[in-house]
């Protein structure tokens, strides 16, 4: 794609740009956005490195005539909320209306370079403005290590100077240094203070002199320091544009690996007979004779669980409108919003549909800067249904937080859709977060590479998974499903799920996990996890009360093959598994269950018997299930209560 870059004369934006490149996008523009008024340097912006702005316009000479496009900032930090709204008079609005002008100017754009590498703030602003003109966000350096990327930096030629100093351990004596002369300092003062090494919590600020595609450089003829405050300095430059060694770009630019490396571990330790699956030599059908499933609702103190709601209309689009429109009638009549819903599992009887679902589920969400967190999976559905949607509703009282990352990078895959990666609960005891399914897709470039091994491609989507948690910060898995294709892969996710558990948790949520196998998943990935996780804010006593150990005993009469429960907050949620469906009739009709939220995986023509009976539940159809040991079982769900 060609691209736009946001410039501010940092180091960030340029070393994006080189990334950029090296991902095969054309560099078409340049973009700035500076002071109103002739004369300041500090504007001490939320969201723009302003020292050094008098610079910038040097750097379309030093990139062979790249035009270079500026707007005055006319607005200030008026919206200071994570997510943002377009707002007047606020400072984002001056971006948007820098980038519709290069838009107009160059319609071919397609795409944002973006320096961001820690900054929520920054990012979501950028990625708003971006959606509002078409365009698409790259931020190649979003959540890389700063240590690592000064290095790289360093080691690459990048030559930057301090220009402003901002920091405890920081002063006039490192202003103007290059970045690898400032670079041992600020090793050591991350040590003693916490200081960010790259300087995103604003410690320092950089100019950029010379670049690897650069083909002309600055050289300062002139430097004065200037005091903001006691702690805060900055330096007013006067440069020249003079020759350099011809562009070219360097060979040394250090591209992240795909894994990290305990992945690579987990994937490296594998069974040499777990290296391939190759294809199931008879592929599941999802033609089914049976009925409708009738919808489910459950209330809790804090959710309203709404499941297997379809829709017998003759088309997918009416069946797709139909189904969200239920779904916000009894959310409505519930005194809620679509905003409140939390977690959407979609089901469809061919992934064809896809297209045409998510047009109008997109519809629905367009307003919501963090919709809903979704699964969706093809699978047997009863005859009448071309899918059908279950989904989680936060009642009001909680906090719902979220990330909803639709930029470009090496993190992890953007989102493309209508769907955050995760919803946060957050309440004053705990965090509880709904996972959105992960593919194995690479992520600077959203290609599901036909080159990787199977085993490969299970590790990095459940990297992907993993890298959401972590940013979030909330890491403990309460339950997790994880959905292939091939009968093949069952005995390598076992192994995959058993080596993660043991790298990065503890034995604890081994078996939170179900292998289940539908018919088909987005892009034709072969794997895709998805789940729930929760990290306590509080921390109470563990040891088991009179009620608690009588709840135990209680759990425990049930047959379950497989059975582990998690503690959230006032909560209980648990993971079951059975290779007799008799074991699950009697769960589903034991007074305690009724009227709890029980979801339950299963094939298409065991849930018509249930139903058949009478009973009820979230039901989640499928071709085969199996439990962490890769033994395949009758049926697996959870039970929240």
Known sequence: MKFVALISGGKDSFYNILHCIA????????????????????????????????????????????????????????????????????????????????????????????????????????????????????????????????????????????????????????????????????????????????????????????????????????????????????????????????????????????LDEGFEEILEELAPSNTQWGLTSQRPTTASDIGTVSPHIVHTPSKLFISNVSSSLDTVEKQTENILSQIREIVQQNHLELFNIQHMIVLVSNMSYFAAINNIYALYFAEKHLPPSRVCVETALPKLSMLQVSCVVLKKGSDRLGIHISSRSYWAPQNIGPYSQAIVETSPSYKSASLSGQIPLTPATMDLSRELSDPYKAVLALQHLHRVMTLINVTKISSLTCYITELAAVSTISEIWDNYVQRFSDNGILKKLLIVQVTALPLASS???????????????????????????????????????????????????????????????????????????????????????????????????????????????????
């Not at 316009?57 to 943002?84: F, K, M, W």
């Not at 249930?610 to 959870?638: C, F, H, P, Q």
């Open 527 to 641: 794997v895709e996890w998805g789940g729930f996780s929760f990290e306590p804010i509080e921390e109470y006593d563990d040891g088991d009360t009179d009620d608690e150990t009588e709840l135990a005993k209680t759990r425990f009469q049930f047959p379950f093959k497989d059975f582990t429960f998690t503690t959230v907050g006032s909560n209980t949620i648990d993971v079951f598994a059975g290779d007799e469906l008799h074991s699950l009739r009697e769960f589903l009709t034991t007074e305690e269950v009724t009227g709890t939220r029980v979801s339950v995986v299963t094939t298409l023509e065991h849930i018509d018997k249930l139903t058949k009976d009478g009973l009820t539940a979230e039901w989640l159809s499928a071709i085969r299930v199996w439990n962490y040991e890769g033994a395949e079982m009758v049926y697996g769900g959870t039970w929240e209560h």
């Open 23 to 258: 991902n095969d996008h054309e560099l078409a523009a340049l973009a700035n956005l500076h002071p109103t008024e002739a004369g300041v340097d500090e504007l001490n912006s939320f969201m723009f490195q302003t020292v050094g702005h008098d610079i910038v316009h040097h750097y379309t000479e030093c990139l062979d005539g790249i035009p270079l496009y500026r707007r005055a900032i006319s607005g200030s930090s008026a919206n200071v909320q994570l997510e943002y709204t377009p707002t007047k008079q606020d400072e984002i609005e001056d971006l948007f209306e820098l980038l519709k002008s290069v838009q107009k100017a160059h319609p071919e754009i397609e795409a944002v370079s973006c320096g961001a590498i820690l900054s929520h703030y920054q990012r979501t602003r950028v990625e708003n403005v971006c959606d509002r003109l078409g365009l698409t966000s790259l931020a190649y350096l979003w959540q890389r290590d700063q240590e690592d990327l000064m290095t790289e930096m360093c080691v690459l030629g990048l030559e930057a100077i301090l220009i402003k100093v901002a920091a405890v351990g920081l002063d006039e004596r490192h202003l103007g240094l290059l970045l690898r002369q400032a670079l041992p300092t600020l090793k050591k003062l991350k040590s003693m203070y916490d200081v960010h090494v790259c300087g995103e919590g604003g410690e320092f600020e950089t100019l950029v002199l010379a670049a690897p595609i650069f083909s002309r450089r600055l050289q300062v003829c002139d430097k004065e320091p200037y005091s903001v405050s006691s702690d805060t300095l900055y330096l007013r430059l006067s440069v020249k544009v003079s020759p350099k060694e011809s562009a070219s770009f360097c060979s040394s630019l250090q591209i992240p690996g795909l």
